[in-house]
């Protein structure tokens, strides 16, 4: 190390605002010497600290914006579990309706099978009631026929009796087969009304038969009717014309 010291060299080492201590001999060199090693030794340390500083703020800031990514993937992560919360207790809620319901089915679905057999006996029993009341039914319209027969053959000069009691007759006959009609068509109606409650499947089991084979002699007997009305109604035309006829008769023979 040099023992001189210029002034030059003085103000670079030191600034005159911070080593402003009198220089005196060698030894005041030596002073200054010292203290520009402390002064460079602290400027270095505060370097390394502020350089270790910068990391330092540069690590935090890396770290919480690392804790912020977290915190919002941990939100999401819960706002995912409360809405798979919520659809786990509406299932759980739907799944106990459905057992509910199921149970209930159940419980109607035994009681309409101990049903069956008594429904299907007052079916029966109205089947035989309408075969029946249709049975009278046609025994009154060959009643009916065979009388018109009768009278038509009957040579008796009193047409005003004869007619007087056709007529009667008639409306007796009339009045009878309105009324076995209606019941008929009541009858049916309950049959219909029968045969709706009482599944298919059991239908067919109970009469061995299927829905075809049910429905052509239904249609058969269908036909058969409207054609057995036909014959009534054209009965009834002749019935009026005999009777318009006689009553011709009658105003001749006064006349």
């Known amino acids: 190390m040099s023992t001189e010291y210029s002034p030059s060299r003085r103000s670079k080492l030191s600034p005159e605002s911070t080593y402003n201590t009198p220089m005196v001999g060698n030894f005041a060199e030596s002073q200054n010497e010292v203290r520009y090693l402390r002064y460079l030794q602290k400027l270095a340390e505060q370097t390394k600290s ?3 500083s910068v990391q330092a703020g540069e690590m935090f800031r890396t770290v919480s914006d690392q804790l912020k990514k977290h915190v ?3 939100s999401k992560f819960e706002i995912q579990v409360k809405a798979e919360a919520q659809k786990n207790e509406k299932l759980t809620m739907e799944n106990e309706r459905l057992k509910r319901e199921l ?3 159940q419980v109607t679905f035994s009681g309409t099978q101990r049903e069956p057999a008594d429904v299907i006996r007052q079916q029966k029993a109205e089947i035989e009631s309408l075969k029946a009341h249709v049975g009278t039914l046609q025994a009154e319209i060959k009643q009916h026929s065979q009388s018109k027969k009768q009278f038509e053959i009957l040579e008796n000069k009193d047409y005003a009796k004869l007619a007087s009691a056709y007529r009667t007759e008639k409306m ?3 009045l009878k087969t309105e009324q ?4 008929v068509h009541e009858l049916r109606k309950q049959k219909t009304y029968l045969e709706k409650m009482i599944p298919e499947s059991q239908r067919t089991t109970t009469f061995m ?3 075809e084979s049910v429905a052509v002699p239904m249609r058969a007997e269908k036909n058969k009717s409207e054609e057995k009305n036909k014959i009534i109604i054209e009965e009834e035309d002749e019935n009026v014309m ?3 006829k006689v009553e011709g008769q009658m105003e ?3 006349k």
């Open 242 to 244: 005999a009777d318009e």
């Open 103 to 105: 149970s209930n089915l």
């Open 172 to 174: 007796q006959h009339k």
């Open 180 to 183: 076995l009609q209606k019941m």
């Open 252 to 254: 001749e023979e006064e």
């Open 209 to 211: 038969t299927s829905p």
């Open 50 to 52: 502020g350089t270790q």
């Open 72 to 74: 919002e993937i941990i």
